[in-house]
């Protein structure tokens, strides 16, 4: 048997555990290893053994994934009287209907029984269920965009600057203290504090511990003395000889000034640095001498990094040696990604401690903050709508505490017995408590499960929140009280084996190599081919299944002799150039394959300015949404003016 077989038979094996309902499972699962069919696998099983369909909750993070759940579902009952999708599917989801038919669910019927939802819509039906707990009373109308209650709410806080009240004198003295930091700027003030309020669940949790400098100034000490731990264990170790005897020929060669005094150091370095706080100096001298402002390893060195002609024959010949040395130690690091990553991070670590200026101003921000929460409340009571965040925040309550469950807590403990979540890694601190508090007196062999399914290689919002050592913490240690089983899946169902060849070498040396809750650092797991008919990485007409075309706008780069409009139009002209390659690789995979189907990736619709009219020139038919609509042509318009004046 072949290692590609024995990878597919060990998937295997996993996947048939996961459909165990009696046992609660956290599910690795990469990209395009079906991890959403296992999710629906897994609730039709549920949904043979429960007594109420309304028993399981299936929580993913968008609407459409969540529609997308409900209706796979339904075509999993619809593919049994056929012989669509796979045996497995039909196999559970025949079983459900059949206990559809035992409990008269009519399931089919009244599709919305099936409770696939967000964790947003979670929140709201706890609130609803709840509304005192929650402390809402009526159900606020909860809006996408909150932009304007925030604004409202943190002008209303910045006018108490003027309140001469002795009670809330201090909440005056602190806004002067913001506004004076932001040289009066009254909008800018408004903005800082309304992107405060639409963040606030990152810091509400923590606000008990802003007040305390010494905790604040000692996780700063922390994280420098972790980047320093990481750049000693990276850098490779044949390389330290060399390193500390050329950096200090380097740093004797420097003149002790103030801009290059870390370099000078390196002069009197007796002993390669390690992984602690005193060496961090060392290290980021060491990161100017060996790389270049953007990060990467430097191919030459000069007499700013201390490497000078020399002015003596005898001189000139020991610089020129040790240069060449230093030169031969630059290309052997070349390649090593990880060192260079590492290095470059020490660049923007933060100082160990705050200037009295700092902690002033940010003393001032900290005390504010519950007062702008303050006042964004009262702001959703006269507007009768809140944020999303709110939402949670209000579920939570209602929930209560560890140590005082509410009676909602209570109750939904009796009408949950599983839960399942998709694509985990993006899971908040927020939303992990709340799954904690669900399955508060959970525990293994009492009937009720939880299921948790992501990938922390694909982790994206971070910027909400999300946090992917959350992933790592319920791996080893499970939620709450429930112990999770561990499964991994290996197999790529969508992509044929060069592909996943070529993105397993290349991740693999671009993610990190150990796993680091603190910076949500996650190495890369390799995946394996479902097919092994396309083992080699050529494909048909002898190319690769992965080739690049790189093409760098050079000409977008505006030379100091050149003007204004020189530049833009030399910019125009690199990207019709660029279109134009883009329409020569369609024009050449589709000679090489007619059925090929073709997709373009831009960051924003701006990137295919000139590349939309270029298919059109070379008459490619493309399909685009939002990107070239109907009612920005010239004849669409014409025709809507047309009808709207027939109409008036």
């Excluded at 629906?40 to 968008?62: D, G, H, S």
């Excluded at 030379?559 to 910019?571: F, I, T």
């Excluded at 000679?591 to 295919?608: C, F, Q, S, T, Y």
């Amino acid at each position: 048997m072949t290692n590609n077989a024995l990878h597919v038979v060990a998937d295997i094996a996993e996947r048939e555990r996961a459909i165990d309902v009696s046992r609660s499972f956290i599910v690795r699962a990469p990209a395009g290893s079906g991890k959403t069919r296992l999710l629906i696998q897994r609730y039709l099983a549920l949904l043979a053994q429960v007594n109420e369909p309304e028993e399981i909750v299936a929580i993913t993070f968008t609407r459409k994934a969540a529609a997308e759940m409900r209706q796979r579902v339904l075509d999993a009952f619809a593919s049994v009287e056929g012989d669509s999708g796979d045996e497995v599917t039909r196999r559970l989801a025949a079983a459900a209907l059949v206990r559809n038919t035992e409990r008269g669910w009519q399931i089919i019927e009244n599709a919305s029984r099936l409770r696939t939802q967000t964790i947003d819509a979670l929140n709201a039906s706890i609130t609803r269920q709840m509304p005192l707990l929650a402390r809402f009373g009526a159900q606020p109308e909860t809006i996408n965009d909150a932009s304007a209650l925030y604004a409202e709410a943190a002008r209303d806080l910045l006018l108490q600057v003027n309140d001469t009240d002795a009670n809330a004198k201090a909440i005056a003295d602190d806004v002067a203290t913001l506004l004076t930091h932001l040289d009066n700027n009254v909008t800018v003030a408004t903005n800082l504090l309304s992107d405060v309020l639409r963040s606030r669940d990152h810091w509400l949790r923590n606000l008990s511990g802003m007040h305390e400098r010494e905790s604040l100034e000692a996780t700063l000490s922390r994280v420098r003395v972790q980047a320093a731990t990481r750049v000693a264990a990276v850098f490779p170790d044949e390389s330290r000889d060399e390193t500390l005897a050329l950096a200090r020929f380097a740093g004797q060669n420097m003149p002790k000034m103030p801009v290059d005094k870390g370099l000078y150091d390196l002069g009197d370095l007796v002993t390669f640095p390690v992984g602690d706080i005193q060496a961090l100096p060392v290290w980021l001298a060491l990161t100017e001498l060996l790389l270049t402002k953007t990060g990467t390893w430097r191919k030459v060195v000069n007499k700013n990094q201390g490497f000078p002609v020399g002015v003596s024959k005898d001189e000139k010949a020991r610089c020129s040696a040790q240069k060449s040395r230093m030169n031969i130690l630059l290309a052997s690091l070349a390649s090593n990604v990880a060192a260079a990553s590492a290095l470059h991070q020490l660049r923007s670590l933060p100082a160990a401690a705050y200037s009295e200026s700092q902690w002033q101003i940010l003393g001032a921000i900290v005390r504010l903050l519950p007062h702008a929460t303050v006042s964004l409340w009262r702001e959703f009571g006269r507007r009768g709508q809140c944020d999303f965040t709110e939402i949670a925040e209000a579920a939570s309550r209602a929930l209560g505490h560890d140590d005082a469950p509410t009676d909602l807590a209570l109750a939904l403990d009796y009408r949950i017995s599983h839960l399942l979540v998709d694509e985990f890694q993006d899971t908040s601190f927020a939303q992990f408590e709340m799954l904690e508090k669900l399955t508060r007196g959970w525990s293994e062999g009492d009937g009720r499960t939880l299921f948790l399914v992501g990938d922390p290689m694909q982790s994206i919002y971070r910027f909400r929140e999300a946090e992917v050592s959350l992933f790592s913490r319920a791996w080893w240690d499970g939620v709450g009280g429930v112990r999770l089983n561990r499964l991994t899946l290996s197999v790529n169902f969508r992509s044929c084996a060069g592909v996943v060849a070529w993105v397993n070498n290349v991740f693999d040396a671009l993610m990190p190599a150990d796993e680091d809750s603190t910076t949500g650092a996650v190495p890369y797991s390799p995946s394996v081919a479902f097919s092994a008919d396309q083992s080699a990485s050529v494909g048909r007409a002898g190319r690769h299944e992965v080739t690049l075309h790189p093409y760098w706008l050079s000409r977008t780069t505006v030379a100091a002799e050149q003007v204004p409009a020189d530049a833009a139009q030399d910019a125009h002209d690199a990207h019709i150039e660029e279109a134009h390659r883009v329409v020569e690789i369609i024009a050449t995979s589709r000679r090489e394959k007619p059925d090929a189907v073709v997709a373009i990736l831009v960051r924003n619709r701006g990137h295919l300015r000139e590349i939309v009219p270029a298919l059109k020139a070379a008459s490619i038919t493309f399909r685009a949404v939002d990107i070239d609509p109907l009612n920005t042509r010239p004849v669409v318009q014409d025709l809507l003016s047309i009808t709207r004046a027939l109409l008036h």
